[in-house]
């Protein structure tokens, strides 16, 4: 199976906040906006894999910035590194200013989805192969990520989570 790069999965969504996605002071409902950024995941875990994809989990939201009404958004997502069969995607949130064009961070996220077959059985995917620093950052982090998840869920033991004790040493 032929390795991937992160650039092959990426993933923009560009939308437009409508009156009916808001909350009462005007500002996008998060709920709207984990939607569209499961949506860009799902496609560039798609894209990524060539499977069918199912999401797994949502493991990071920040809300750093409100979205107001009428404001362009863009929801930029990438698998950020490939595991036997799922995959984490990065997120990166963006308001486009409308008079200048500017583009403001808004929000970031993190997601897992899996690969399934055609009776939702996990299938193996392909590896990641990171390219640009940052790719190479959120790569590495991923599986600290990842071995954080299954401690927390009982799934991993301490003495096996080798990525997170090289941080304490």
Not at 31 to 54: F, K
Not at 71 to 98: L, Q
Not at 132 to 148: G, N, P, S, V, Y
């Amino acid at each position: 199976m032929q390795s991937r790069t992160a650039s092959q999965s990426k993933t923009i969504v560009t939308d437009l906040v409508l009156p009916s996605e808001t909350n009462p002071i005007n500002n996008l409902f998060g709920g709207e906006l984990l939607a569209r950024m499961d949506r860009a995941a799902s496609i560039a875990a798609r894209r990524h894999s060539r499977r069918i994809v199912v999401t797994a989990s949502v493991n990071h939201v920040a809300f750093n910035r409100a979205i107001p009404l009428g404001s362009v958004v863009m929801i930029e997502a990438k698998v950020s590194r490939a595991f036997s069969s799922s995959m984490e995607i990065y997120m990166d949130v963006w308001i486009e200013d409308r008079e200048s064009g500017e583009r403001i961070k808004a929000n970031e996220a993190i997601y897992t989805f899996v690969a399934v077959d055609d009776t939702g059985r996990p299938v193996k995917i392909p590896e990641l192969v990171p390219e640009t620093e940052l790719e190479k950052e959120r790569f590495d982090a991923a599986l600290r990520r990842k071995q954080l998840s299954l401690l927390l869920a009982g799934k991993m033991k301490p003495a096996d989570a080798t990525e997170l004790k090289a941080l304490f040493d």
